[in-house]
């Protein structure tokens, strides 16, 4: 590439760093131009105080040091999994003799950048260890030479074994020589820009990699970070009122109808969180644009009956419903819990039922030719007022006269194109509303489900007991009697026992609901090999409980996703009437199955799951005004990382505590969509947490610029940012909400 070239964003990075490197960056991070490397940001800084000499090191404070490595050692830790590796080093600017011993746990990046005769800087706080001065875990940043030593911070970016900083660093040096101002365009109007007190694109970009200070690095990190929000709410904002405009048929219902008459037979009183969310939504179908609304609440609120008033309001004004369910097990459990909340109400078009009475009917993939013959014809002639379904609802061959309300359980497992296809049989948009008992902390709503109303619902329903959680850890032999003697006493007073296991069996994984992957030290894995058995699987539960005398007079059946559909309805009508009274069951459970008897929840390796499936999973026990226990049992040492995680389930039955726990310990990105929408699509910079006030001050400039005049038209450079930002991939991920 020549001198008077222009560099832009989409130069292909061989042009300037050369074919060889640019195919490692790409291997490595998949980047292959000038604009993806340049946004390869550093996830820390190195702060650098002044350079001190390893024979001047006081004990007890933080210090700097450039250094030499002369030996590494590595060996294993004997009171806990994993190894210690121990680096000693020399001075590279005082007195060679002057050597240091610095000890990393589980130092893995540390044995692969620190190899004996590397010169590093180094950074941490002085300690004492057996009369000899030491770093613990020091921060640390690979120089060719002594010399190279610089004042400023340290960028420290995400590497691999193969790219490592010192690489990225180079690189980063050498594309920054060549771009500027025109390069990165600035495209936030300059009133937000001040607003915010953020610097300009190319002044952020220089900073974030090459700061004076750790503070000028941050705060270029911050515009970065506002940037993403800024785009992304402009984004959701253009949905919003690309909605606004479009035409929606007006549901009023009628005084007297279908709604008024349930509404009397109810035998309680709503609670007030219904009651809210009940009138939004009401609000919402008499407008003359598509609702697009997220229920959630907490597990047991009431979202079903919310839901189903809404159902029958839109039936009242000549329109038909339909409630997109992700299992067959939910999709059947909604159908019966819906007719036997409608009684003779939900009987329409029987012999002597009541005239304003509507018709609910369900589709599932393996329902029979008459069950689907029946379901499609009414749905087809307008007789059904409510059709519940899975995936089957989809089909081509379903068709309706006046689909006014689609309602979505559980709307994260189903795509875009999944929603897409129910929307376009009907005529004029229907109203949506999408529903989740997976309490999602206003940040993540803000972010994932920006052009949503939300409503929410906190308290639950009188009758509902109390959870008791526990942690039961199995290695202590009682603990484990203690366990099958607990199953056997709620068998025994007539209730009902879940027992949850992570696998069906030895050589397959649940499919309708996968636990968590495991975690480097998690079960299977390092010393605790040795120590746990295998991870309990449905199959094996099954063969230990029907083996024990306990339970020889108790009737236990299996429930899992391989199963035909006719066996899987067969299991949860045993449990629910109470022929059975152990269920053993995967994940599958794991929402809408609402059995008033079961009072006892076992979930077997616990620490396979996810803290909000931990909570949707003991949700379902306690339903029936009975008191509810969870007891989650694990083979892990008090100590392990994913013991903290079920002790903060074990602490509280607050949803939205355990999310917000559930989203800082997770990688945002499988939240925010990453799996759906493509790694380099979601989100880089932006912290749904960390970043909360920033994506609400987002928020507040994006609907400026779109309320205003022409809208964002008025911005041609803000417009093109965010059509080039919202690529496929950035619909796809925009379009979960």
Known sequence: MTDDEEVTSDTPLETIIGAATARKVETAFGYATVGEMLSHFPRRYMEIGELSKISELPVGEDVTIVAEVRSVNQRRMHSRPGFLLEVVVSDALGPEQSQLRMTFFNGYEAKRDLQVGSTAMFSGKVGMYRDHLELTHPEYSVLDTAQDADPRPIPIYPATAKFPNKKIRDVIDLLLAKVGSKVFKEFIPGPILEG???????????????????????????????????????????????????????????PDGLLSAFDASLPFTLTEGQVLAGEEIAGDLVRGHPMNRLLQGEVGSGKTLVALRAMLQVIDSGGQTALLAPTEVLAQQHHQSIKRMLGSLGNGGELGS??????????????????????????????????????????????????????????????????????????????????????????????VFGDLEVSLMKSLPAGRAPIATHLVPLQVPRMQERLFARIAEEAAKGHQVYVVCPRISEKSVEDDFMPMPAESGAPGSGDDANTKPPSMTVENMME?????????????????????????????????????????????????????????????????FGISQLHQLRGRIGRGGLPGTCLMTTWLDAEHPSVVRLRAVESTTDGFLLAESDLNERREGDILGASQSGSRSTLKVL???????????????????????????????????????????????LERG
């Open 687 to 733: 912290r749904v947490m960390k970043d909360a006030k920033l994506i609400a001050k987002a928020r507040d400039a994006a609907e400026t610029v779109v309320a205003n005049g022409a809208g964002l038209a008025a911005h041609p450079v803000l417009q093109a940012a965010v059509e080039a930002w919202v690529d496929e991939d950035m619909q796809a991920f």
């Open 354 to 447: 009541d005239p304003r009475a509507t018709r609910v009917d369900v589709l599932t993939g393996s329902a029979n030719a008459g069950a689907r013959k029946r379901a499609l014809l009414g749905a087809a002639s307008g007789e059904t007022g409510i059709l519940i379904g899975t995936h089957a609802l989809l089909s081509d061959m379903v068709s309706f006269v006046d689909l006014g309300l689609v309602v979505v359980d559980e709307q994260h497992r189903f795509g875009v194109e999944q929603r897409d296809a129910l929307r376009s049989k009907a005529e004029t948009p229907p109203h949506m509303l999408v529903m989740t008992a997976t309490p999602i902390p206003r940040t993540v709503a803000m972010t």
């Open 544 to 608: 230990l409980l029907e083996a024990m005398p306990a339970f020889a007079n108790t009737e236990i059946r299996a429930l899992h996703g391989r199963m035909v559909s006719d066996e899987k309805a067969a299991a949860m009508e045993a449990f629910d009437s109470g022929k059975a009274s152990i269920l053993v069951s995967t994940t599958v459970i794991e929402v809408g199955v609402d059995v008033h008897n079961a009072t006892l929840m076992v979930i077997i390796d616990a620490e396979n």
């Open 196 to 254: 915010q007190r953020i610097p300009p694109r190319a002044l952020a970009l220089e900073n974030i990699h090459r700061p004076h200070t750790v503070a000028q690095g941050y705060a270029a990190r911050k515009r970065f970070a506002f940037e993403e929000a800024f785009l992304l709410q402009l984004a959701l904002a253009q949905r919003r009122v690309h909605r606004m405009q479009q035409p929606a048929v007006v549901r009023h219902g009628t």
